[in-house]
């Protein structure tokens, strides 16, 4: 009986927490779209063939991030970019990516319409884990935060802002 009223109480203590993380009421971040998708390649060289002349998509921009030590190649998907992501040093973290056995989609960015700022503020008010605690400057000189994926079902998060 005693262990039937704890498991209960224990129940309702884990829907409250839930709720407090998950429901909270008010401001939602307005997302328009997703911006890209960071695909991580060992070489650009070697992965734009395939994306050019099997899926027709077009490179229209290439550029060295230094403070995340990528080189990035952008293609446009109709709305979204394809943004691919080769590692420009051994302590990148796209290179230790790529040497834990992972390959392909490596984050998803989404465009937030009110600002990076107020949604990492209302994230970090539910208690999601942020990479960035403040926006920076990002590829395309774009604003942009990361959320971690331990929050984010997964799915390494990006916020971006143009
Ligand atoms: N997607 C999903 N999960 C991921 C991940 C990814 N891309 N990268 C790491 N993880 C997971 C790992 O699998 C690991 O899980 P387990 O503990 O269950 O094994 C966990 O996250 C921690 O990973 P880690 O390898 O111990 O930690 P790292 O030191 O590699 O850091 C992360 C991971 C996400 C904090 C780091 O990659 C980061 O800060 N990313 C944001 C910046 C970034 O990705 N820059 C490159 C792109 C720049 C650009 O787009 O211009």
């Known amino acids: ?13 884990t829907c409250t927490q839930r709720q407090n993380i998950f429901n909270q009421p008010n401001i939602i971040m307005k997302i328009s779209h997703i911006e890209h998708l960071g695909i991580a390649v060992q070489s650009i060289e070697e992965a734009l063939p395939y994306f050019k002349e099997v899926l027709g998509l077009e490179c229209y921009a290439v550029e060295v991030v230094e403070d ?5 190649a ?15 040093s051994p302590e990148s973290t796209i290179q230790k990516w790529l040497d834990k056995g992972n390959k392909g989609v490596h984050h998803v960015a989404f465009c937030i319409e009110d600002g990076v700022a107020n949604a990492l503020a209302e994230c970090d008010g539910k208690g999601i884990r942020l990479i960035d605690k403040a926006p920076r400057k990002g590829a395309e000189n774009l604003n942009i935060a990361f959320l971690h994926p331990k929050s984010t ?8 802002e143009h």
Request: with cysteine.
């Open 1 to 13: 009986m005693v262990l039937i009223i704890f498991a209960a109480q224990l129940k309702i203590i």
């Open 68 to 72: 995340q030590k990528v080189k990035t």
């Open 74 to 88: 952008f293609l446009k998907c109709g709305e979204v970019k394809l943004e691919l992501l080769e590692p420009t």
């Open 153 to 160: 079902c997964g799915i390494l998060t990006e916020l971006c």
